[in-house]
């Protein structure tokens, strides 16, 4: 409830701040002071399990342990983005507060959709995360594949809620209790009715639009590849996995009892999405086209959660956020400095830039799902979480054979960093001291998590 | 003190890892060469001394403890050494110093990064060794792998990038499928209680493990995943095909980590990870298992006898001798068992001597061609006698330690099949064909235009080899201490 009430709040102050700021530097500032008061507002409420604003809200919102431990991923993860890339927001335009404003509404969706109860306010949490985006990915007024990706985001997008919205009606003109509460759906007589089970589809596809997973993936690729890099950054990363948090709220809540009816179509989708996103990062040239497509095959690692579907998974998908959030965000952060975003671009970093190099390794090596690192726990969990479900081995063994093809397309880079010669002309990072400074921090966090997970699964069971 | 504070494990994975982390950060190259052979020899001296307290009276104060670690999941960071892990832990103790002694002239480019990755990867290995929960043994089996990555990638050939990735991604794959091995007969483990009481659901402890509830079926084909991780580790055929490359593009004092310790991590891996877990999966399976080392043998000798480069001979002969391991490990017999213990030692040794003179006619001559190469007695006679010592101990001759291993493996493969047993002896005939006949176009003939660049043995390489010589004596005529140590350890593994 914190976190809702103060992103939004925080939005409208960068929005005035916009009017009222002449210096371009400063919204960054307080930016970043307002993603801090909000993680600890949020900190509080996970602590305390009582909130600021004491609002009857007709338990339309859930805020449990496992919620807030979501949004306080999302937020350290934004706070990341914000103190590793906040000045180059200052160079995506002119209107860099509004930016930073578009960014905590988008979060005000985040918290919606990781404490909704209600369709309804599920509907709200993933529009109030879209709008945004739809703005933010064409904000790079001048460049043409900007504007291709908020347009193409823009239309797909609108199609795929009309479906969610679609999907929404029928359930509930499916459900015989009449009701939006998600945990108050009833699915009347075996078997269940038509009407429910297009109901159940629509939001299948919808939401899987929402998180990329193939084959309703094709937007995807453009539009991270057109969108400016600290958008993609922030897109790619906590957008996907609150979209992937609703999902599974949602279906665990309301349709975790057919579980089994609906399992199949999960499987069909995973290996759908690690085969495409894993085959075609190998090809791909661009860096910032290849994360987007391993934002895919990760995003097909994550089903795994909704295929298992017990403690285990949901546990695992809250490692699984912040080990993905946190390479990710420190691999665009990389990125966004360089003049040259082909692998070739990395070429001989480990001579110049050392302790980013190393860095950026740990990166790809907990996106990889090498131990130590806090990737190897998620991918390790999601294992766990589908076996103890039991009768999807087979589902285990072609996720990780797809692992071990991830390891193509990330060690490339790894390749490129530390094992071949600079290429003649320079290719200088712009990146000052305290830069470096952080992203060795993440470096380091990543692997504090990877030994300790507890402190990270502790929050959960809080 | 010792046992109170701190435990022979403990000592041999930390000083490494310590050392290890503390040489990237030594600039200068002489400072970091003497740094890493200190660090090495100290890593010895503390294994020998661990070899004192083997005993298994002194196992548990001074061969095991354990830290809570990952409790939630009924993990712990458990280290223990056995009498295998002793022997192994003492090879890869005994590896590093004359790894480091025999080069200790070469000059290196990042010379920190080389000895701060070498360092890196014994921790790995002495971790692989040690290890006791299953969780634990797969960090380590994947942590070794990392910095071994990055040395294969950085000093070698021209092709090294690629045939290593491809080093990699064979690993890494058979390790994933092994994970999922490992998770899945965790989860059919019960639950685990530690001494502050807390609980978890299930354990990855080694012995949760060999009494997992797992169905004669269920144990089959989880004898497939693990067998993909060891296998590709040995390599046993089919899955070697990325051992010559490798071993060909990689730097040799690489290489001798490579063949002369992390093979052995597979048949370790084999030895208490698969055969006490999924017996029943072994009594099925274990016969293909057999039936691939065998084909290895034959077809890794084969090639062996037509190579002309030097370092892919080295490779298929040892591919030969890990696949007779490999057979010998699979018949579950006592003396197969006990053979395949004592050779994974003498292989050790053996292979890191052959390495060093390979890889001392190479840098000297300048060539890796047998063709090129002719008449080096006449320049380096030392060279020459190590070399034939060498070889004959890679031939089994009696009196030196290869006979040892290969005439107990020998012997328990006989008692498993004879019809193995006599296929697979013929790899004695055909390695004698392949290592004298490479001594007779390299050392003897005409001195060839690369071989009269050759020049003898320098201080340094003389004690490497002299020690090498000495152990090959030593193991061959006298080997019952390390029966003794291990005879143990072979009770689980037999029928």
Known sequence: MNAIVLTAFWGVVMMFAGAFLKSKSLPKYLAIAGIIIVFLANAIELKTQTSFFNIDLHNMIRTDSFNLTFIAVAVAATFLLFILNGKDFENIGIHVSEYFALIFFILCG??????????LLMFLGIEIISIPLYILSGSEKKNLKSNEAALKYLLMGAFSTGIMLMGIAFIYGANENGSFFISNINLGAQPISPMFVVGLVFLLVSMSFKVSAAPFHFWAPDVYDGAPMVVTSFMATVVKVAAFIAFIRLFDNAFGKIHTQWQNLIVVITIATLLIGNITAVFQQSVKRMLAYSSIAQAGFMMLALLSLNDKGKEGIIIYSAAYSLATIGLFAVLVKMKDYTIDGFNGMAKKYPAIAVSAAIFLFSLTGIPLTIGFQAKFMMLLSVIEAGGYFWVVIIAVLFAAV?????????????????????NSLAAGKSFKIIIVITAILIILLGVYPELLVGWIYS | MLGTYFTFPELLLWIPLIAGIVAFFIKNEKAVKAWSLIASLIILAVSVVGLCYSDSSKYLSYNQVSYYWLKYLGNSFHLGLDGTGHLLSFLTALAYPLIFLYSYNRKWQNANNYFGLMLLTQAGIMGVFSAMDALLFYFFWELALIPAYFLCS????????????????YTFTGSLLMLTGIIYIYLHTGPRIFEDTTQAAHNFGMLAFQHANLSGAEQGWLFWLFFAAFAVKIPVWPLHTWQPDTYDQTETSVVMVLSGLMVKMGLFGVMRWMLPVVPEGVSQYGNVAIILAVIGIIYASCVAMVQDNLKKLVAYSSIAHLGLMTAALFSQTELGVQGVIVQMFNHGVNVIGFWIVVDILIKKSGVKYISELGGVAIKAPALTIMMIIIGLANIGLPLTNGFVGEFLMYGGLFQYNYVFAAISILAIILSAVYVLGMIRKVFYGNVSEAASKMTDL???????????????????????PIIELTKNATALLVK
């Not at chain 1, 985040?110 to 404490?115: D, P």
């Open chain 2, 458 to 480: 320098t201080t340094y390489e003389k004690i490497a080899l002299g020690v090498v010589v000495i152990i090959i004596f030593i193991t061959g005529v006298y080997p019952q």
């Open chain 1, 110 to 119: 985040v918290a919606l959709s990781a404490t909704f109860n209600t369709l």
């Open chain 2, 154 to 169: 950085i000093w070698g050939g021209k092709q090294k990038i690629a045939t290593t990735f491809k080093f990699f991604v």
């Open chain 1, 406 to 426: 991830s390891a193509f397309y990330y060690f490339r880079i790894i390749q490129a960093m530390f094992f071949k010669p600079a290429l003649p002309d320079e």
